[in-house]
């Protein structure tokens, strides 16, 4: 006899912990099967631990360069990647374990095991089978991957991912980067903050290629005065790998150009996790892309009964975007009409120094749909809070509808740019135009006002500059 | 207990609306429901409901009067109910503070305009409204923000409710829906809690662009002109609904002063012929009025022009922003080429004067406004313009509207042209006239009857001494 529950949740990630909770919140027996820790690749492999890892090479950079200039002397800055690595490592325990408390909180049965799905609702986990009743929702989430195809393969010594980078003792003497979006820009970061000689190799024309483009020269430009040396519209034709080093062959620009590192640190995308899931089996049929195919309203697969959220159900491959579907599946499965998701408006980060923020379009998304739209600007150099921190890298950059104001994307590049964001995600998600944004008054001094006058700007009437 | 009635958001753009009429009098039973006043709004003409039942004790407002939304126009309670003090004024803010009436609703920028239009404005029944008004907030987007409007949210029970609330809607949907002339009542909100949001307006159907909605006949659009002595210069009349309406989209569509023009072709024979007595006439008498008897043509298009303004007030009327000046007094100014321009010196109570005294003092001004020795108040406060280039050999032309003026007329060439009459083909003395009128005040049809009603006196000069 199967044991039974209203819904079931394979993987217990951000996306499958936060709609277990949501779930239970609305009285569904709520049932989580996780093959590893709660939490997921965020928790403890992905955000938490790098945004650890992150903070250090930030003290790091700070010590070592800044410190004086604030008046604090601190002698000679000795890095230790192992430190900064077991202090990642301890976080990340507390937040897996603080999932686990939620889940008993919530009363959330974890299941240890990996699950598969069966005809009409069932799961089974080893030899066991759990029947749902209302639901079974997919949550099994991304890994990293390597390029095969090119000799680069995963193989954990000299060619790695985050998995193994989050988890080295010391940090290597050169590191080539594969990859520029948020994860190799940000162990780029790491690195070269505890003393690598990183290259950053980006295929496509730019690094963070999703950014506005004017995000992307800024952070170029940041990571080329600091040593990072930053190779864009680049093509590893070949890698060879050897022992204790890898040599890449780079084309850019119709050269070649060899490029050898101790380490190459794969950040070139992300497989999701289909496999073995009993998909085909059950009816649940798949994207082009190899996603999991879902009616984007309801979040539910081409097999009755059966959700899917998260990164496995598609881009972006967002935890926060994932929880979110975690919260509208378990309402829609409780019979509630949540609000649908505005896919639009799911912020963007990445945590390198000086940090990039977004929300909605690019400028070049803007002129390719040939939409009206008014650019306002604002350096942190003119802001007061920026400067007396020290952190004047970046801008703030608004882009708004001409004719209504609507607020069509905003970008933000800067020291807390991942926090600042939100008021512009606020401003989106209620549909406050630019000139709502203005008329909240801002605190002086804050970064935040580099925001309103972003706003200013936008319509021509920015006052500090 | 007693309910106060406010004005209601009617339509999503409406500040302020214009009690046309009470339909229910001071002790007359109400139910929830009842049509309690009609209200003019920015649109058209709405019913302004009781939200509570019991008995009319009190209208705070008499019909006609303008009243910002939010304001107080009325109380109900039980029969026989004192209404206090308090509640029986209008006032926004305190009605609005006074915690002890249920169906205060009405809140944030809603409230704090209506209590601020009501030091500002406050009309007393019955009046005019004063000639100066606040400032429009300094932006549109700050007025779409502050514009409250409201439909009444679903009730449940009867609750003593009097006050309206709003139509939740996104700055941006709000936005949106003024620009296509979307009302927002009749507008399902998708958002949380019905929030009216962008996309819902993806699929709500637009209402009529209030530019293109027909004109209202003359009396529906400005009250009821009046004829007064002279002794009363002008009356200000304030601006209808659908006139400010009228008036800010026009503007919007076409500059600050949204023009359009009217041409119409006279026949001159007969003031021809007219002229050629007078000053035929003129000769005879010789001596000391021989001058005077040189009169040209514009003088007796300027003669017919200050006629015709006296049957068709609109078109002898100043715009004012908030307010429409229409003149009981008819000053011509005509327009004079001088060296470095053009000068527009006015003949006063152009109606009233002989063709004699419009001739000999036309000339006059004429001469000295080339020798630019006129006095300030000698080319100021014409109420209408004539402007004529027929010496120059122009057919037809524009003219531009000398503000706050709201009409002018351009005078083309008198040329000899075969055209039709009775019957057959004849050489004719023609002359086309184009009217440029400030569609602000002048509607088509308005300025239409104008230029048909100076045509007729022209074609028929003795309509001039009629």
Known sequence: ??????????????????????????????????????????????????????????????????????????????????????????????????????????????????????????????????????????ATGSRVKGIPQIGLEINKSTVISSDEALFLETHPKTLAVVGAGAVGCEFADIFHAFGSKVTLIEALPRILPLEDAESSDALTKSFKKRGVTVIAGAKVKKATVAKDKVTLEVETGGKTESIEAEKVLMAAGRAVNTENLGLQEAGVQLTDRGFIKVNPATLETSAPGVYSIGDVAGPPMLAHKGSREGIVVAELIAGHHPQPIKYDNVPSVTYCHPEVASIGMTEDQAKERKLEYQVGRFPFSANGRARTAGETEGFVKIIRDKKYGEILGAHIVGGHASEIIHELAVARQNEYTVEEVDLAIHAHPTLSEAIAEAALDSMGRVVHI | ????????????????????????????????????????????????????????????????????????????????????????????????????????????????????????????????????????????????????????????????????????????????????????????????????????????????????????????????????????????????????????????????????????????????????????AGKREGGEAGTDAKVSFNDIIIKAVAMALRQHPACNSWWQDDHIRYWNEVHVSMAVAVEEGLITPVIRHADQKTLREIAAESRDLAARARERRLKPEEYTGGTFTVSNLGMLDIDEFTAIINPPETGILAVGRMAEKPVAHDGAVAIRRRMRLTMSCDHRVIDGATGAQFLKTLKGMLENPLALVW
């Open chain 1, 1 to 138: 006899m199967a044991t039974q529950f209203d819904v079931i949740i394979v993987g217990g990630g951000p996306a499958g912990y936060v709609c277990a909770i949501r779930a239970a919140q609305l009285g569904l027996a709520t049932a989580v099967i996780e093959k590893d820790k709660l939490g997921g690749v965020c928790v403890n492999i992905g955000c938490i631990p790098t945004k650890a890892l992150l903070h250090s090479a930030y003290v790091a950079g700070l010590v070592a360069h800044d410190a004086k200039d604030l008046g604090i002397e601190v002698g000679s800055v000795k890095t230790d990647y192992g430190v900064a690595m077991r202090r990642s490592r301890k976080v990340s325990e507390q937040n897996s374990k603080g999932v686990e408390f939620l889940m008993k909180k919530h009363k959330v049965t974890v299941v240890k095991g990996t699950g598969v799905l069966g005809p009409n609702r069932t799961v089974r986990v080893g030899k066991d089978e759990y029947q749902a009743r209302k639901a079974v929702v997919l």
């Open chain 2, 1 to 280: 207990m007693t309910t106060k009635v406010v004005m209601e958001a009617l339509s999503p753009t409406m500040e302020e609306g214009r009690l046309v009429e009470w339909k229910k009098q001071e002790g007359d039973a109400v139910a929830v429901g009842d049509v309690l006043a009609e209200v003019e709004t920015d649109k058209a003409v709405m019913e302004l409901v009781a939200r509570a039942a019991g008995t009319l004790l009190k209208h705070v407002v008499e019909a006609g009067a303008t009243v910002p939304v939010s304001e107080l126009v009325a109380v109900i309670g039980e029969a026989g109910e004192a209404v206090s003090e308090e509640a029986g004024k209008r006032g926004g803010g305190e009605a609005k503070r006074d915690s002890g009436t249920a169906g205060q609703a009405d809140s944030g920028a809603a409230g704090q305009r209506g209590s601020k239009d009501s030091q500002a404005t406050q009309p007393s029944p019955g009046q005019n409204r004063p000639v100066s008004m606040p400032p429009a907030p300094p932006t549109a987007a700050v007025a779409a923000e502050q514009r409250p409007s409201a439909k009444p949210p679903a009730r449940e029970g009867n609750g003593a409710k009097a006050a309206p609330g709003r139509v939740k809607a996104s700055p941006l949907a709000r936005r949106i829906a003024a620009e296509r002339g979307v009302d927002l009542v009749g507008v399902t909100g998708s958002g949380p809690e019905g929030r009216v949001v962008a996309r819902d307006l993806e699929t709500a159907v637009a209402t009529a662009p209030v530019s293109s909605r027909p004109a209202p006949s003359g009396a529906t659009a400005s009250a009821p002109l009046p004829r007064r002595p002279a002794d009363v210069p002008y009356t200000d009349v304030p601006l209808t609904q659908i006139r400010k309406t009228i008036a800010r989209r026009l503007a919007q569509s076409i500059g600050p002063v949204p023009t359009f023009y009217l041409t119409s072709e006279v026949d001159m024979e007969r003031v021809a012929e007219a002229r050629e007595a007078l000053r035929a």
